[in-house]
Each structure stands twice: as structure tokens, then as C-alpha cells.
């Protein structure tokens, strides 16, 4: 059996690309995020590089959610002490910070390497359409 080639890039190029949060459900939209900040799209994937691109993701307060998540969903976190576990809904939440929401989603489909926290860094939220972002033209 022959051994697989490997290919190394010396400089990795960075794309900007955009995405309307009101086009889709939650879900579709963090998967296609976490798509591009991992370069799972390119072809010179390689598990080991952060080879992503950045993602700007705009009309970040009109995310569409699918079925009774808006109530039924629950965010959890504990102080550590005795009866310090508390929950908040998924509708509080995106009341108060719909960035974090986004981003929480898109950091869970993430792998768990060393460099996780750089590619979420890459990812910018926008409330509106208007940014300064430069943004690639092809998709």
C-alpha cells in the first residue's frame, strides 16, 4: 500500500465570507460556520493546521429556531457550591446576548484541539447588514 501525501502550506490565505443569519434555522447556519472557521472546505485540510477562514455573520438578531426551542431549550452552569446550578431559557438568552447563543452553538460543533479558541476569534456577529468587514465577493 502506497503512503498518503501530505501537503503543507507555507502561508495559509484567509478568505472573508458572509452569512445572513435570517436565511436559515440556527443549526444550519452554526454548521456552516464551524465548516469554514475549520477549513474543512478547502483542500488543504489537515486536522492538525488552523487553516480556517473568517466568517461574519450578520442579522445576528433574527435567528430562526425550529419547533419548541425557544422554551423548551436550557443553558446550565454551577458555581461549585451546594445548590449553585443555574439554568436560563434559550428565549432569555437571546433577549440578552444572541451572540453568545451563536457562538455557544458553533464552539460545541468545534473540535476540541488547542487552537479552538483562535478560530472562534475569527468569527464576527453583526446585529444588522451594515459592517466593515471586508468580505469576499465568490462563495
Known sequence: MKPQKTTHVKKEVRA???IDASSASMGRIATQVAIWLR???KRTFTPNVDGGDFVVVTNIDKLKFTGRKLDQKK???????LGG???SA???ELVRRPEWVLRQSVRSM???VRFRNAMLAR????????HTYPVSKDK
Do not use: I
Not at 75 to 81: I, K, L, W
Not at 123 to 130: D, H, I, L, N, S
Open 16 to 18: 472573508w465570507r458572509e
Open 39 to 41: 477549513g474543512k472546505h
Open 75 to 81: 443553558f446550565y452552569r454551577h458555581s461549585g457550591y
Open 85 to 87: 446550578l443555574k439554568t
Open 90 to 92: 434559550l428565549k432569555d
Open 110 to 112: 468545534l473540535d476540541e
Open 123 to 130: 468569527m464576527k456577529t453583526v446585529a444588522g447588514t451594515e
